[in-house]
């Protein structure tokens, strides 16, 4: 089976690299297929993740790593307002209560309404920290800027939950990763 994603998902990624300093350079390195294949799919349809690697691709090939995290953090603020996640993050903050411990213990939900046969994320949250893993990723997500763009992603839901704090480098694997986060609660 091949990984998919949602393509709201992925339309808001392009909006993020849009909204970039440097978008002209990305968008050229997509190209025109990939990027009328975003913009054109309906919000609800599943698209190959493999969109997703292309835009990173060109998103590190423009600026690297660094960018792809800084566009990761990006996406990662704009979820609270995004129809899929919206539910997510407000039940969450509501039941759990402030602070990003609630925004990590939806992380897997989130995942799995946005991504299928795309492996498995869960997380361990205590007070002032959470650990992220992603496991058993199939080849077509086997890609390490992806995986070091999720430090971008826990720096957003920081960002998120208004809170400053610790994301620790990821920690490469094959077929997954991990990322750390400590905050003061």
């Known amino acids: 089976m091949q990984a998919m994603q949602r393509a709201s998902v992925a339309q808001l990624q392009l909006e993020a690299i849009q909204g ?4 002209d350079e990305i968008l050229e390195a997509m190209g025109p297929e990939l990027l009328t294949e975003i913009r054109d799919s309906p919000r609800t349809s599943w698209v190959p993740a493999a969109n997703m690697m292309g835009m990173i691709s060109a ?3 423009v600026g690297g790593v660094e960018l792809v995290e800084a566009m990761a953090e990006s996406v990662t603020t704009k979820v609270s307002a995004h129809p899929l996640f919206r539910p ?6 509501r039941l759990f209560g402030d602070g990003p411990g609630p925004l990590f213990k939806v992380l897997p939900r989130a995942w799995k309404v946005s991504n299928r046969d795309a492996g498995e994320l869960e997380t361990e949250v205590s007070s ?3 650990v992220v893993r992603v ?3 199939p080849p077509e997500l086997e890609c390490d800027p992806w995986k070091r763009s999720w430090r971008g992603t826990c720096h ?3 960002a998120l939950a208004r809170v400053e704090g610790t994301v620790h480098p990821v920690e490469l694997a094959l077929g997954g990763f991990t990322v750390r986060v400590d905050w003061q609660d």
Request: hydrophobic fraction near 45%.
């Open 20 to 23: 970039s300093p440097r978008a």
């Open 59 to 61: 998103v590190e090939k």
């Open 88 to 93: 997510l993050v407000h039940g969450a903050l």
């Open 128 to 130: 002032g920290r959470a």
């Open 135 to 137: 496991s058993k990723l």
């Open 156 to 158: 957003g839901m920081l």
